[in-house]
């Protein structure tokens, strides 16, 4: 025949040189396509030989070569010679494939290490024999059995490029001289008689038997080659019978197969055995591997005792078979002899071949590794030991335990292939070495139990001898690992061991092992079932097993109708399901219809994908044909660039990761959210796939544009996705409840749905083609095209949205498609809400037609012919019509119906869940069409049309299960924050590092800030997911860890949990515990993280005073540590209960007209600052005052007075709304004061501008109703249209008395400012319009304000100042009267007596029983440095007093009680010059300490406090209770007192120990401290350092070395304060 190639060909081929020459195009961008026949049919013995021109190393796998008796005129050429099938034998590699069907795993020379210049060729012989040559050196039989007309096969794959045929002619003169001789001997053999039930002796083993029950097990083979006992092994482990040495055995038919003894009588009958395909090729396989294996290690030539020619001895005399006498496994011994008779019954030769199980297993040696004959009690060895099986796996999971039959040599690789797995257990198979010979072995349970000379790998780390050596070994888990996956470990020469998994190095496990270890492996919990893989080659390993699946598929062999061998050129290229499909999948009808077929026992592996990628703008749409409703969920539907005839199906599709970029993967449809490459990109998106029925279709389509859309009943759900490439294949996930779909080509040839399409009552979808009144309802209400910016409308016009309704609260304006008619009832159902903004759903009808409609930002801002339902106000025309309808939407859930209906007399009626509420509001024009409005608006997100004369819809509910997969942004300005990619093993990361879960366990789920926090920055989360299984809850804090230090690895540097972390400094709060490195700071800290549910926040910053505060739903807890360093990372750990949070806070932004968290206090004093007095450029440059008034346009409730500079409310507690008549100037500060106070009410007034005219504005109730260019002040939150945009800012406004100035200011850069008393507050808003009018809202118990004019004194402003200040000096100012006096308001209208913590501590200290003598009258000194309190004031942290100055802290979270101060005190100006001090101290300390006027020691108390006796380095002690020596002993030596300039010092636990008391007016129980505030004379006192051990500084302004003073003087102290503090 002429040696050239077929012009037809791969699609990528292209051919030159007259047809000789084969180059596969795009070599580095495709690997495949590359399919090249031989021009005509092969003769007999004629070798078909290319040469390899070029190849490239961009791929893995090389040239693979065969025979086909395919027709390549005729034939649909697939992507690689794998795929070929009716009649193909291909080798690939080193491995046979028939069909695409491994039939031979060893064989020959690897064509994939064949270099540039190598031959290689393929033959069929005269006897029907496929042979492969390589250089000319003939590497045997690969298969026989073959048909004539065949043509050669080359597939130019992967790695080869370019190959030119060389030759086809027969092999050279001498090889046929020697071929020719062979054939003689053969028919001379042809006319002897072959008794089948046995052999003669001596002159054939077990491979002769093997050979004759594999031929005769067929029944279609004349001729069987024999190997001879003089042949010898080829270089390369060729597992060929040579045909020019073989002999044959000829069967003329087909015949039955007994066990292969010698008949010894005529009645020996045995049974005839039936091997599968399957087994024939395991029995050939095994027996040519062994009978080569045997030979180089001097065995017999076959079975198990060595068959020879005298019975009594071994073949060939000195040479015994080294797998030992004729046990029927043939392991029964490790030495073995070359006794033929060993064992034996009935044959003198020997028990190797005496039955079928020597056949099976006698003939391998112990060369091969194989499992040994011992095991583990419930191990069942099978397939000549190769495969070892756990018995009842659903019932025990341990005693399985395998070794190999003989040690590992160097370098060897011993490998397993996992079989089967259950799903009832934890834990997997382990795999390691031991020292222990398992002869002697008594196995354990799990190998794990072995306390000597055993290394196992478990999970992901390594053990030695039973214990953990190695946590983190590799990235992979064996408990992760699925059937078909491959585990092997190497002894390296230098006595490293490694392990392998699915052919990847893992790296050293261990460094040194003993020269002698047995490979063993443990069958425990999930793995049931292993084979030991001779075959080592990974490089292709993927798509041979894919070409397996392929050939198991039930059309294997079919050729399908539209793929005949002359194409029609007029036929369609028609869609179909390839045949590669998941393991529970099956493709039927022709490639149109794709099952589960035990859809009620499995809910996934049901993934099937089209046969050709998708052209564009064609729809690919399936119909479901059956349900089941077991399960959960329901059929995904999508695209992806993978192929599948090389695709590794996944379980289900979203669990595909591959495809790094936009531009590669996997996109889904799932529910109602659209996923790429298994991460969420839509979480809300068109109609809820989980909701449809059998009957419904969905369908997908790809556009020119590259844009992504996906159908449901034919009703398009919009784009999805952008820039999807072109070549992509449909994909059909048949999850959970869908059992089957068919694809929806050709409607009038689709078949009917099958008559048990779902497990219940068929029902169909509204919307579907197939439901009765799915298109024919007479409601034809739906949503109109035309809505607000952020609105979405799907599900064909029935269902409105939100989008990113985390980040949007408004804009979201949905209209009805026509106008209502007289009685007709519009109704929806709310769907889903969030509970982000405060505000809801409204509801209404406008006469304004949908075309002529700007739609606002919410629809109460229309101010004609509209009429809206808001909470539970009726407006009409953007104004409040009535108060205290029948219904407030905005307690409305998810799952009610909202309804309204206009009556034919011009009545609007609302109906909730059906109810009528009665009339809302009369007069609507009954002539004028109205139309409904819907106003997604705040909290709900979505809402469906329902029918107005039945229930709804229910396959219109949307789920929410994709919600928590979605990044959640924050609105506040800057860079939303990140995770850091280094992370807890258990931890997944989302939403481009927005969302953390954690997948599996209770702990290694600590996640870090991507970046370093900076000052003031708040990192903070939401719980999306709790676990309620688990203990235990979220940790969170700060860390001195940068994350980019961690090992690459990101496991392998972390502790299972926050609280272990030791490595750096770390600062966490763990429940109601502050713990620094794992050591307790502080208990019952704020609220308890254990108590946290979904929907709570938790955050995290580094205040400039370097404290950490925790927030918790925007609610500061305080300092929770102290001395924080400043280079810091948050962490939090996904601990117990919580499983997975989402970030909501931003960034700080860098430049400084960013918008920053308004600071909560002025800056503190620096070191060498003496009392803060204002300087030039403190306070704004004020331009000339414009004169203020408020506006006529008021609250209904408002009544002006005063020239309009006085406003009160005369009743109720609302409609108190106030304006200016004026704009706020720039610069200009705008005060009022609080005249009047109502304590009937709760909650009080709130203020802010407005960015808009005020002349006809219709002031609803409050001013948070306002949702239109506002920025309001309310309680300490700022707040933006409704929306809060910061936390914590400035004084809680609730708490103000009467007597409050406040004031507002706009500043040159448009920021709005608080001011408090004449103290700013900093900024609490930017961008701020011109013109703003400042607004006041008298709410609540604040009923009455007046305007501060340049000519009324205000509270801190100069006229006090001139009155506190005239006479005194900055350093005779105790802090008592600089606070009191300079930045208080009247003394009648101290905050003190609204302010609860106070009152609090002053009924405790009314339990004390203290004489009132003790305390100074005036109740002015009285302080609360309470949180709102001090903040009021405005104070600082720190002052200085005394001569020469030193600073002191304020007692932040006590409360002071002035103490009277002694007649006999000296209170000149030198003893003003003192400094200040605390003193912690015991309750019953407190009596014997005011009595004595000094600081005494001693306890004595009525209350439960347990007496603390303490002694420091310094001698100061405190006796014990009852202490017969407790009182002072004058001739004894004055005790030496400690102080500290800190109370965070004093009123440590060890000084003042902490009381439990109840109290009288709530009964609840608290805990309390007490202490003094004293004067100390300068030089009475000496400075040291701190005695209770602490590493971190204390005090941030005080150095541990310098917080303790001591004072033995005991004139040197003055008592000033009693300070409690009440918990």
């Not at 089967?420 to 070495?433: A, N």
């Amino acid at each position: 025949m002429a040696a050239e190639l077929h012009p037809c060909s791969g699609k990528l081929i292209g051919l030159s040189n007259s047809n000789r020459t084969a180059q596969r195009n795009q070599p580095v961008q495709e690997f495949n396509h590359g399919l090249v026949l031989s021009r005509e049919p092969l003769k007999d013995r004629d070798v078909f030989t290319v040469r390899i021109d070029k190849k490239v190393n961009s791929w893995s796998g090389s040239i693979e070569i065969g025979v086909t008796s395919l027709d390549p005129a005729g034939l649909d050429f697939p992507s690689s010679a794998t795929g070929l099938k009716g009649g193909s034998w291909i080798v690939s590699g080193c491995s046979v494939l028939r069909d695409g069907r491994s039939v031979l795993e060893e064989y020959g020379r690897d064509l994939d290490q064949l270099s540039e210049g190598d031959h290689v060729g393929i033959q069929r012989s005269t006897h029907g024999e496929l042979h492969l040559w390589v250089n000319g050196q003939d590497c045997g039989a690969a298969a026989s059995g073959l048909p004539t007309g065949l043509w050669a096969v080359v597939d130019l794959y992967g790695k080869c490029t370019q190959v030119t045929v060389v030759s086809c002619e027969p092999p050279s003169l001498a090889e046929r001289d020697t071929e020719r001789e062979t054939v003689e001997e053969r028919e001379q053999e042809d006319e002897e008689e072959v008794v089948v039930c046995g052999v003669r002796e001596g002159e054939f083993g077990g491979l002769t038997s093997a050979v004759n029950l594999a031929a005769a097990t067929n029944g279609t083979l004349e001729e069987v080659p024999v190997l001879p006992p003089t042949h010898n092994r080829p270089d390369k482990f060729p597992n060929n019978l040579e045909p020019e040495t073989g002999k044959k055995i000829k069967t003329s038919t087909p015949i039955s197969v007994a066990p292969l003894t010698k008949c010894k009588s005529p009645s020996f009958s045995p049974s005839p055995i039936v091997l599968t395909e399957h087994q024939l090729f395991d029995v050939l396989n095994n027996a040519i591997v062994s009978l080569y294996r045997s030979e180089d290690n001097g065995g017999g030539d076959l079975g198990g005792g060595g068959i020879g020619r005298d019975s009594g001895t071994g073949s060939r005399g000195d040479r015994g078979s080294s797998s030992g006498g004729g046990s029927v496994n043939g392991n029964s011994s490790d030495s073995g002899g070359g006794t033929g008779n060993t064992g034996s019954v009935n044959s003198p030769a020997g028990g190797g071949g005496a039955r079928l199980g020597a056949v099976t297993g006698g003939m391998l040696t112990n060369d091969a590794l194989l499992f040994h004959e011992k095991c583990g009690t419930l191990i069942k060895l099978s397939n000549n030991n190769k495969t070892a099986e756990r018995r009842r796996p659903l019932d025990e999971f341990n005693n399985g335990v395998v070794m190999t039959n003989r040690p590992l040599r160097h370098n060897e690789m011993f490998e397993i292939r996992i079989d089967k797995l259950v799903d009832k257990w934890s834990g997997s198979i382990e795999i390691g070495v031991t020292t222990h010979n398992p002869n002697n072995l008594d196995y354990p349970a799990t190998m794990t139990n072995l306390r000597s000379g055993t290394i196992m790998m478990s999970g992901c780390g390594i053990l030695t001898n039973g214990k953990g050596t190695r946590r983190e070994y590799c990235e992979f888990s064996l408990d992760e690992l699925q059937e078909g996956d491959h585990i092997g470990l190497m002894h390296k020469a230098s006595g490293a061991l490694h392990f392998y998994i699915n052919g990847i190095d893992q790296g050293v496990a261990a460094a040194q092992t003993p020269a002698v270890v047995y490979a063993v492996v443990d069958l425990y919990g999930m793995a049931v079932k292993v084979t030991i893989v001779h075959n080592h080659n990974h490089s292709d390993r993927l798509r041979r097993n894919n070409a397996i699946m392929r050939a198991l598929s039930p059309d294997v062999g079919r050729p399908r109708p539209a793929h005949s061998l002359t194409p029609d050129p007029d036929t369609p290229d028609r869609l179909l399901f390839h045949s590669n499909c998941g393991q529970k999948a099956a493709i039927i009808s022709e490639g149109r219809t794709a099952l589960r077929p035990h859809a009620t026992d499995d809910f996934n592996h049901g993934v099937v994908l089209s046969g050709r990628p998708l052209h564009s703008n064609e729809v690919f749409q399936v119909r479901i044909d059956k349900m089941v409703d077991k399960w959960a969920g329901s059929i995904e539907i999508g695209v992806t660039t993978h192929n599948p005839a090389y695709l590794q199906l996944p379980s289900t599709m979203t669990n595909l990761r591959s495809g790094n970029t936009n531009q590669s993967g996997t996109w889904m449809m799932t529910g109602n959210g659209v996923m790429h490459n298994g991460t969420t990109i839509l979480d809300e998106y068109g109609h809820n796939l989980d909701r449809l029925k059998a009957g419904d279709t969905v369908g997908v389509v790809r556009k020119e544009d590259g844009s992504l859309h996906f159908f449901v009943n034919g009703v398009a759900q919009g784009p999805a996705a952008w820039n999807v490439p072109p070549s992509v294949y449909a994909v059909v996930d048949l999850y959970g409840q869908a059992a089957q779909a068919t694809i929806m080509d050709d409607v009038a040839d689709l078949p009917p749905l099958p008559e048990d399409s779902s497990e219940g009552p068929t029902v169909m979808s509204p919307s579907s083609p197939c439901s009765v009144a799915g298109g024919n309802s007479a409601n034809d209400l739906r949503f109109h095209q035309l809505h607000g910016t952020n609105a979405v409308i799907t599900n064909g016009g029935r269902t409105a949205l939100r989008q990113n309704c985390r980040s949007e609260f408004n804009d979201a304006i949905v209209i009805s498609n026509r106008c209502l008619r007289d009685g007709e009832l519009f109704e929806i159902v709310i769907q889903k809400m969030v509970d982000r903004w405060s505000g809801s759903i409204e509801a209404g009808v406008t006469a304004i037609r949908p075309e002529e409609l700007e739609f606002p930002n919410t629809m109460t801002d229309i101010d004609y012919d509209t009429w809206m339902l808001s909470g539970t106000a009726i407006m009409q025309d953007g104004n409040t019509m009535r108060n205290n309808y029948g219904c407030d939407l905005d307690t409305l859930t998810t799952g009610s119906r909202i309804g309204m209906m206009r009556s034919a007399t011009g009545d609007l009626h609302y109906y909730i869940n059906g109810v009528d509420q009665g009339v809302a509001c009369t007069g609507l024009p009954p002539g004028k069409e109205v139309y409904a409005v819907i106003d997604l608006y705040g909290q709900c997100v979505q809402v469906s049309i329902t029918s107005s004369s039945g229930p709804q819809d229910n396959s219109l509910c949307t789920s929410n299960i994709t919600e928590r997969s979605f990044p959640i942004h924050s609105p506040v300005a800057g860079v939303a924050h990140r995770l850091h990619s280094k992370h807890g093993k258990n931890v997944v990361l989302l939403g481009e590092g927005c969302q953390a879960v954690r997948v599996g366990g209770y702990a290694h789920g600590i996640v870090f800030s991507a970046k370093e926090l900076k000052t003031d920055e708040l990192f903070e989360v939401k719980i999306d997911e709790v676990d309620d299984q688990w203990s235990g809850s979220l940790h969170m804090g700060l860390t001195t860890l940068a994350p980019p230090e961690l090992p690459s690895c990101p496991m392998s540097g972390l502790s299972p949990s926050l609280t272990q972390f030791r490595s750096k400094v770390t600062w966490l709060l763990a429940g109601s515990e502050v713990r620094r490195n794992g050591l307790l700071q502080r208990q019952n800290y704020g609220a308890s993280l254990d108590r946290l549910t979904v929907g709570n926040r938790v955050g995290v910053k580094r205040c400039s005073d370097d404290t950490m505060h925790v927030l918790i739903d925007g609610e500061d807890m305080g300092p929770a540590a102290t001395a924080v360093a400043k280079n810091v990372y948050a962490v939090l750990d996904l601990y117990g209960r919580v499983t997975a949070v989402s970030i909501v806070s931003s960034s700080v932004l860098e430049d400084a007209g960013s918008v920053k968290a308004p600071s909560l206090s002025s800056d503190s004093c620096s070191e060498g600052e003496e009392d803060r007095t204002p300087v030039e450029g403190d306070e704004p440059a004020l331009v000339p005052n414009t004169v203020m008034a408020f506006l006529e346009n008021h609250g209904k409730n408002i009544q002006l007075s005063h020239e309009n500079l006085t406003a009160a409310r005369v009743s109720s507690y609302n409609q108190g709304l106030l304006v200016t008549a004026q704009p706020l100037p720039r610069q200009q500060l705008f005060q009022f004061q609080i005249d009047r106070l109502n304590a009937s009410w709760t909650s009080s007034l709130s203020l802010g501008v407005i960015g808009h005219s005020p002349d006809r504005l219709n002031f609803p109730s409050t001013a948070c109703c306002l949702k239109r260019s506002v920025w309001l002040l309310q309680r300490d939150s700022v707040f933006h249209n409704s929306l809060k945009i910061c936390e914590n800012y400035g004084p809680n406004l609730d708490t103000c008395p009467e007597g409050t100035v406040l004031g507002l200011l706009v500043d040159g850069n448009s920021c709005l400012h608080l001011y408090v008393n004449g103290m700013d507050q900093g900024v609490a808003a930017q961008d701020i319009p011109t013109p703003c009018y400042p607004l006041i809202d008298l709410y609540g118990q604040c009923e009455q304000v007046t305007i501060v004019t340049n000519n009324v004194a205000t509270v801190g402003g100069e006229g006090i100042k001139a009155r506190c200040q005239g006479d005194m000096e900055k350093a005779d100012m105790v802090d008592g009267i600089k606070e009191s006096v300079c930045w208080m308001p009247h003394p009648e209208v101290n905050p003190n007596k609204t302010c609860e913590y106070q009152a609090l501590c002053s009924r405790f200290k009314d339990l004390l029983t203290l004489p009132d003598g003790y305390f100074n009258e005036d109740a002015k000194y009285n302080l609360c440095y309470c949180e709102s309190c001090h903040k009021l004031r405005g104070d600082e942290s720190y002052y200085k007093r005394g001569e020469p100055p030193r600073d002191y802290a304020l007692p932040f979270g006590w409360c002071r009680f002035a103490l009277r101060i002694k007649p006999h005190c000296d209170m000149s100006n030198s003893f003003k010059q003192w400094h200040i001090a605390y003193h912690g101290t015991s309750v019953g300390a407190l009596r014997r300490t005011l009595d004595h006027a000094q600081l005494l020691s001693g306890t004595s108390s009525i209350f439960s406090v347990s007496p603390v006796k303490t002694e420091g380095p310094n001698g100061y002690s405190e006796p014990e209770v009852n202490s017969s020596n407790s009182l002072p002993d004058r001739d004894r030596e004055v005790p030496r007192v400690q102080l500290s300039p800190t109370m965070r010092y004093s009123g440590l636990e060890m000084f003042a120990p902490k009381v439990q008391f109840r109290d009288p007016r709530s009964h609840c129980c608290h805990q309390a401290q007490v202490g003094f505030q004293v004067c100390v004379r300068p030089g009475s006192y000496k400075v040291g350092p701190q005695t209770l051990g602490a590493i971190e500084p204390l005090d941030p302004r005080f150095s541990n070395t310098e917080i303790e003073w001591i004072t033995k003087d005991q004139g040197g102290t003055l008592l000033y304060g009693l300070l409690i503090r009440v918990e």
